[in-house]
């Protein structure tokens, strides 16, 4: 019989989809068992617990960062892994959501409603622009191709990979600023590791064109936040959406806050709903009792 502990905000729901599924030689814990082999939930609750969790083996994240598990300090003697696949369709929905707004002007136009003036600037389209993806994963990849369905030209930056059919042009290493160059749009959707904290640094932000338009609803430390909030402010971008900071909640002092042309978004970009994570860790159950590789491994050492 293996033993389950669920550490989440949404524990009864998940205990619920977990019933259901009727997975044999399971059995759910409570919160004081520290007999558990496996392990479901946040990594920021899961972290505090992990040192008297002695017997765990595998532990399966609710999230697609599992940052608070990477620590050097902790414990690495189990099987990580993270939830993948399910939230390119939401981050897709936010992505393109704030790109449709800029280019058809959806701000703009509300604000002359409401002054009661007509208006007939005429709106851009994504049509013909390029967009640059910090990050080409499944969640790189599902940008990707909704940008092909809107004639968009795509360009990633990634530390290694290139395996994604709707990326036009490549990126790596050195080549960040050229990645920058022409970029109408740049999102970050990397993992955040020793290797991409400060990626969108002041000359990352200095290469891009004074109408790129950067969004962010990946991770708050791959952005030097006061180089952005200096070239907004000096209308050297566009404008930027972001949804994560180094941060949370953003402090009512911070310079965001008074930054012209951000819209701030709370960290709801794409939220880890049970009905979609759940089946996840079915899936990856039915492997372990099999004795079979999971799903969606995490490397300790890439740190994702």
Same mark, same amino acid.
């Given at each position: 019989?293996?033993?389950?502990?669920?550490?989440?905000?949404?524990?009864?729901?998940?205990?619920?989809? !977990?019933?259901?599924? @009727?997975?044999?030689?399971? $059995?759910?814990?409570?919160?004081?068992?520290?007999?558990?082999?496996?392990?479901?939930?946040?990594? =920021?609750?899961?972290?505090?617990?992990? #040192?008297?969790?002695?017997?765990?083996?595998?532990?399966?994240?609710?999230?697609?960062?599992?940052? #608070?598990?990477?620590?050097?300090?902790?414990?690495?003697?189990?099987?990580?892994?993270?939830?993948?696949?399910?939230?390119? #369709?939401?981050?897709? $929905?936010?992505?393109?959501?704030?790109?449709?707004?800029? $280019? @058809?002007?959806?701000?703009?136009?509300?604000?002359?409603?409401?002054?009661?003036?007509?208006?007939?600037?005429? #709106?851009?389209?994504?049509?013909?622009?390029?967009i640059g993806l910090i990050g080409v994963g499944t969640i790189g990849a599902a940008l990707a191709k909704t940008a092909k369905h809107f004639g968009m030209h795509v360009k990633g930056y990634t530390r290694a990979s290139a395996t994604c059919a709707d990326v036009d042009?490549? &990126?790596?290493?050195?080549?960040?600023?050229? &990645?920058?160059?022409?970029?109408?749009?740049?999102?970050? !959707?990397?993992?955040?590791?020793?290797? %991409?904290?400060?990626?969108?640094?002041?000359?990352?932000?200095?290469?891009?064109?004074?109408?790129?338009?950067?969004?962010?609803?990946?991770?708050?430390?791959?952005?030097d936040e006061q180089a952005l909030a200096a070239a907004l402010q000096a209308n050297r971008l566009a404008g930027a959406v972001l949804d994560v900071f180094e941060q949370e909640p953003l402090p009512p002092d911070h310079v965001f806050w008074r930054t012209p042309n951000?819209?701030?978004? =709370?960290? %709801?970009?794409?939220?880890?709903?049970?009905?979609?994570?759940?089946?996840?860790?079915?899936?990856?159950?039915?492997?372990?009792?099999?004795?079979?590789?999971?799903?969606?491994?995490?490397? &300790?050492?890439?740190?994702?």
């Amino acid at each position: 019989m293996h033993r389950l502990l669920i550490l989440s905000k949404h524990a009864a729901a998940y205990r619920a989809l !977990i019933d259901a599924a @009727r997975l044999p030689d399971l $059995e759910i814990a409570g919160a004081s068992d520290d007999r558990v082999e496996i392990v479901f939930g946040e990594p =920021s609750l899961i972290r505090p617990e992990l #040192p008297r969790l002695t017997a765990v083996r595998w532990v399966q994240s609710t999230w697609a960062g599992v940052e #608070p598990l990477l620590d050097a300090s902790l414990r690495r003697d189990y099987t990580l892994t993270n939830a993948r696949g399910v939230f390119g #369709p939401l981050m897709t $929905e936010y992505v393109f959501g704030y790109m449709l707004a800029h $280019e @058809r002007r959806m701000f703009e136009k509300l604000a002359s409603q409401q002054s009661g003036r007509w208006d007939p600037s005429p #709106p851009g389209t994504l049509r013909g622009k390029t967009i640059g993806l910090i990050g080409v994963g499944t969640i790189g990849a599902a940008l990707a191709k909704t940008a092909k369905h809107f004639g968009m030209h795509v360009k990633g930056y990634t530390r290694a990979s290139a395996t994604c059919a709707d990326v036009d042009a490549y &990126f790596h290493g050195d080549d960040r600023l050229a &990645f920058a160059v022409d970029l109408d749009y740049l999102v970050s !959707i990397a993992p955040d590791t020793s290797r %991409t904290r400060r990626l969108v640094d002041a000359a990352l932000l200095a290469a891009l064109p004074a109408r790129a338009v950067f969004v962010n609803p990946g991770r708050g430390a791959i952005v030097d936040e006061q180089a952005l909030a200096a070239a907004l402010q000096a209308n050297r971008l566009a404008g930027a959406v972001l949804d994560v900071f180094e941060q949370e909640p953003l402090p009512p002092d911070h310079v965001f806050w008074r930054t012209p042309n951000v819209v701030i978004t =709370s960290h %709801t970009a794409a939220l880890s709903v049970p009905s979609d994570i759940a089946p996840l860790f079915v899936e990856n159950y039915r492997r372990f009792a099999a004795g079979q590789p999971l799903r969606f491994l995490v490397n &300790f050492e890439d740190e994702y």
